[in-house]
């Protein structure tokens, strides 16, 4: 089409809204177009030259809607753009050229995916369409573009209608929003002030039960400490009885010294009992750490308990340690494992008792593994407390205190490590003590080896 007076601005407008229909666009977009055009054509009139529009379908990529508005006045095209900034807002791209020969307006806008495909035929028909025509008069012209910002304005309100609308609906909700916020803070300062009140409480009862603890090993000590001297006088005095140098004893005598022997024995090993046990939870029990040579002491534990080892049926192993040496105190770890092999050769009927060492990563594990009586898992925990012996559970020699386990266990913890069962009833237990391989001391500055 030709731009050549005010009159043919109409006919662009109405020609750009026919193209526009033709080629699939949207209602609200046939008016952007044609919006768009009319306001171009308008400047462009304005400059006073002669102007060419051109419509052109793009196929390549998103299919788009290009016209192009060419003119042959050159110059100006910075100024041009500027005055046509916001018309650019109602199409795609709006892009303008000057190429030293004249200036071009060139405007896009894409098909919506939904468009009819734009084959060549169809290019055909819709051009024949065109060409068939006729302009209206500015008259139409205007009561088209009247209908078409009634029918915006509409749409502006709908729009307004619809916002204030969405509005109200989020004010609302904001309001619901802020309601359960307070309700829930409230209910955690609630909550809080609960926790707070229970964490007091708890301090409290924890100081209680520990003044409590102490108050029991003090008095544990004190009082084993106090019967250990009268029982060792019974003993010794028995002793004499039967010695013999002594008056010869009729042989019921005999027996009832012999009987207040053993009594005095066995109070005696629960004194001593309890009285480590005192001193290690008193924390008076302070380890000597050295380098041990875990060689000559299994060579000591084997010697030191064949003798318990009487039955045939049972036979006692101590293997030959894999790891020659472990820094630790000598004593506490002897007294460990003397206890768990002890109980082992106590319950166990048949079979065998071994004791093993291995290195596991930076710790060493030793193993006291038996083919005894064996202990029900849902007591596994149990046997570390103090008095508890499993019920029914008979040891080949005689009753024991039930201090020795939970006595071993704190030991380990003092040398730095732990000391775990895992046992099957009839099958055997086995009684791993896990130690650091190196001790605290060494990383541990501050505290020197005592040694
Ligand atoms: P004690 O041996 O003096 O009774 P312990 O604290 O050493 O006390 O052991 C507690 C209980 O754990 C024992 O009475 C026994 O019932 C059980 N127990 C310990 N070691 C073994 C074991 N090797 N096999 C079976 N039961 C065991």
Redesign the pocket.
């Known amino acids: 089409m030709s731009l050549r007076v005010e009159q043919d601005i109409f006919a662009v407008r109405q020609l750009g809204r026919e193209v526009a229909r033709a080629v699939g666009l949207e209602s609200q977009d046939q008016t952007r177009v044609a919006t768009a055009l009319s306001e171009v054509c308008r400047v462009l009139l304005a400059v006073g030259a002669d102007t060419d529009v051109t419509f052109r379908v793009e196929s390549y990529g998103v299919p788009a809607l290009q016209v192009t508005m060419a003119h042959s006045a050159a110059g100006g095209s910075s100024r041009l753009a500027e005055q046509l900034q916001l018309v650019g807002r109602l199409v795609d791209t709006m892009e303008v050229d000057d190429g030293g020969i004249g200036t071009t307006v060139r405007m896009a806008r894409r098909l919506p995916s939904g468009a009819p495909v734009l084959t060549s035929t169809k290019m055909d028909e819709i051009r024949a369409a065109l060409a068939q025509h006729v302009p209206g008069t500015p008259l139409d012209e205007l009561a088209v573009q009247n209908q078409q910002l009634i029918a915006a304005l509409d749409e502006v309100r709908a729009q307004r209608d619809d916002l204030a609308r969405l509005n109200a609906e989020l004010e609302e909700t904001n309001r619901g929003v802020m309601a359960l916020y307070h309700q829930l803070s409230d209910e955690l300062e609630e909550t809080n002030r609960g926790v707070v009140a229970l964490y007091a409480e708890l301090d409290e009862k924890s100081v209680q039960l520990r003044a409590a603890s102490e108050a029991k090993s003090r008095f544990l000590a004190n009082v084993s400490h106090e019967l250990r001297a009268p029982v060792t006088a019974i003993i010794g005095l028995g002793r004499l009885m039967t010695d013999s140098s002594s008056d010869e004893l009729t042989a019921d005598q005999q027996r009832q010294v012999d009987l207040i022997r053993t009594s005095a024995s066995d109070l005696l090993s629960l004194v001593n ?1 309890l009285l480590d046990l005192a001193k290690a939870e008193a924390g008076r029990l302070e380890p000597t750490w050295s380098e041990v040579d875990l060689k000559a002491m299994f060579g000591q534990l084997r010697g030191t308990l064949r003798p318990l080892a009487t039955r045939p049926e049972v036979e006692f192993v101590v293997d030959e340690p894999t790891v020659p040496t472990l820094r630790s105190d000598e004593v506490l770890l002897a007294q460990v494992l003397r ?2 092999l ?3 050769l ?3 009927e048949s079979g065998s008792v071994r004791l093993s060492v291995r290195p596991i990563g930076a710790d060493v594990e030793f193993v ?1 593994a ?1 083919t ?4 029900p898992s849902e ?1 596994h925990e149990r ?2 407390e103090e008095f ?3 019920p029914g ?1 008979m ?1 080949v020699s005689g ?10 266990r704190r030991l380990a913890g003092i040398l730095g490590g732990g000391l775990r ?1 895992a ?1 099957t009833p009839g099958t ?2 086995t ?1 791993t003590l896990q130690l650091p391989a190196a001790d605290e001391s060494a990383t541990d500055k501050t505290s020197e080896p005592a040694s």
Do not use: C, E, H, M
Not at 399 to 408: Q, S, V
């Open positions: 009992g206890n768990l002890t109980n082992a106590k319950f166990t006291v038996d005894g009586t064996g202990i007591l046997i570390f508890y012996q499993v559970s040891s009753r024991g205190t039930g201090l020795g386990l939970p006595y071993a069962v046992s055997g237990s009684f």
